[in-house]
């Protein structure tokens, strides 16, 4: 048991999930996110703790140590939504660890596999994290995209999203979409294929590149390190009409999509984003690409 947080909240979280649910229920019927009815520990189960909030809202805490991290996923899988999760990052001294937030599909051949990540780069106190992005189609990343976030994550939670529908991948921080990646196939530009996405979220060591290049390693007499999740949300949405789930076969999102309007995305606020957190945009390095050429979605328009 973690000895970290008030005891008598702490659940592990397999033994103690029906006895907790009745809890909840009884306490605060309405307000109650059980975010264990929809995610399940994937690794490091030993190292992950649930713990319901005056708020009856529950969060889940992954840790990590010297021994290994931490991941979860989300029990189900959807093809075409927009996953929501809030998030509050390792506190203080976070340098060389990595927190994330993907989506990914089950287990497919290597040459197969879809992924679109965001990472986000501890440093040291007082040193800002970087958030790094990625999109992964058919086994090929090399999509990097970086950021710096305009308040501190460790402080308190804040709402990360993912968007992804027949006509785009979008990256939303509280509401305000940061990166957009586009459908373009009929361009030649590849996008990720038809397959159910999960959500997955894990703590774990990359000191050997996370921190200023890798310089600044994790500092092991800070550990356990901690991040939360909480509030994790899907709205799944159908390229087609079908009964239930909004259609996503547009650009009018369901009226809860914050960052969309009737115009769909919000554009100027992208733009703004772009133009005053980005850190790094692969389309824009030349020299890394000017053997081959910037790749096609960097160019397509
Ligand atoms: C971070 O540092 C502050 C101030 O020293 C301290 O109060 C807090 O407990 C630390 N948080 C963690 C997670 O270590
Ligand atoms: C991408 O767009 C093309 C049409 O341009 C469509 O045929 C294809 O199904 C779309 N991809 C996905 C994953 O929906
Ligand atoms: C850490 O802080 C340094 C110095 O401010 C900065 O250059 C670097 O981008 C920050 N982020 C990471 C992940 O190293
Ligand atoms: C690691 O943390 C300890 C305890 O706060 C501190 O005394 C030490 O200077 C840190 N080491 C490095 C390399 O920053």
Redesign the pocket.
């Known amino acids: 048991m973690a000895a970290w947080l008030p005891s008598s909240r702490v659940h592990p979280m397999v033994p103690a999930a029906a006895a907790l649910l009745l809890t909840a229920m009884a306490a605060a019927p309405a307000a109650v996110a059980l975010l264990h009815d929809d995610v399940e520990p994937m690794w490091g189960a030993d190292h992950i703790s649930f713990h319901t909030g005056p708020d009856g809202v529950e969060t889940l805490a992954l840790r990590l140590d010297k021994d290994h991290g931490s991941g979860f996923r989300s029990r189900r899988a959807y093809r075409f939504a927009r996953y929501d999760i809030d998030l509050k990052l ?3 001294d976070s340098a060389g660890t990595v927190t994330t937030v993907y989506l990914t599909p089950d287990l497919v051949p290597p040459e197969d596999h879809d992924e679109i990540d965001l990472e986000f780069l501890g440093n040291v ?1 007082g040193e800002p994290y970087t958030l790094h992005t990625n999109i992964f189609v058919n086994g090929v990343g090399n999509r990097e995209q970086q950021f710096r976030l305009w308040f501190d994550p ?1 402080e308190d939670f804040h709402t990360y999203s993912v968007d992804w529908n027949p006509k785009r991948i979008t990256m939303f921080i509280d509401g305000t979409p940061i990166r957009v990646y586009k459908n373009e196939s009929s361009s030649g530009v590849p996008f990720p294929t038809l397959r159910h996405l999960r959500l997955d979220g894990s703590l774990w060591n990359a000191d050997d590149w996370a921190t200023q290049g890798g310089r600044v390693k994790t500092n092991w007499t ?1 550990a356990p390190f ?1 991040a939360y999740y909480r509030n994790f949300r899907v709205t799944p949405c159908a390229p087609a009409s079908s009964p239930g789930v909004a259609s996503c076969g547009d650009d009018e999102r369901p009226p809860a999509s914050a960052g969309f309007g009737k115009q769909g995305l919000d554009a100027a606020a992208l733009r703004r984003v772009r133009a005053e957190h980005l850190l790094y945009d692969y389309c824009e390095d030349q020299n890394r690409f000017k053997d081959e050429g910037l790749p096609k979605e960097c160019t397509a328009n």
């Open positions: 390792v506190a203080n106190s460790s800070q901690h």
